[in-house]
T-cell receptor
């Protein structure tokens, strides 16, 4: 049973427009949520995170929104650029014995068209 | 910059072979992780280690084992490789008390024939 779900396998957006990537989770014990970006033939790289006590975190063109009651988060990219084309993974972390365990979603492939 | 190095980029093995995937990090991180990435399934946690000689099972440990004899090195072992273990394997590390960001290696694409 997937605890972190990204229901859209792919998303296509025009350059300069907003990209919205969505993520749902089932475990209310998650404390932190993170977004990673992955280019082909490279490992994922950290993009932005949000604590469960906040509802928004912004870093340049990237903003993450968290709706705890709906167990939903989203990543907004404004404006989208062709270099943003990649696979985006949503991840959630919960504290367990020995430290935090991170669970990933299936990923959403973003295509930004020039 | 943190560097996580996985020893092989591509690996082709036969069914039944014992396979070792090696991962080394250079930032003195306590925590190390092995994930596999499959289309439509994302990254799934196989095993993780919070310190030397410590290991814990992730979500899909069956068919795998790990070894952490030194802090900088975390090895994933496929005791008897099977075709359903064909996948992209990603190693990651993280400091125990400083943030939640995982630092990933570039991955090893393993094909079991």
């Amino acid at each position: 049973d997937q605890q972190v779900k990204q229901n859209s396998p792919s998303l296509s957006v025009q350059e300069g427009r907003i990209s919205i990537l969505n993520c749902d989770y089932t475990n209310s014990m998650f404390d932190y949520f993170l977004w990673y970006k992955k280019y082909p033939a490279e490992g994922p790289t950290f993009l932005i995170s949000i604590s469960s006590i906040k509802d928004k975190n912004e870093d340049g063109r990237f903003t993450v929104f968290l709706n705890k009651s709906a167990k939903h988060l989203s990543l907004h990219i404004v404006p989208s650029q062709p270099g943003d084309s990649a696979v985006y993974f949503c991840a959630a972390s919960a504290l367990g014995t020995g430290g935090f365990k991170t669970i990933f979603g299936a990923g959403t492939r973003l295509f930004v068209k020039a | 910059d943190v560097k996580v190095t996985q020893s092989s980029r591509y690996l082709v093995k036969r069914t039944g072979e014992k396979v070792f995937l090696e991962c080394v990090q250079d930032m003195d991180h306590e925590n190390m992780f092995w994930y596999r990435q499959d289309p439509g399934l994302g990254l799934r946690l196989i095993y993780f280690s919070y310190d030397v000689k410590m290991k814990e099972k992730g979500d899909i440990p069956e068919g795998y084992s790990v070894s952490r004899e030194k802090k900088e090195r975390f090895s994933l072992i496929l005791e008897s490789a099977s075709t359903n273990q064909t996948s992209m394997y990603l190693c990651a590390s993280r400091p125990r008390l400083k943030g939640l960001e995982l630092f990933f290696g570039s991955g090893t694409q393993l094909s079991v024939l």
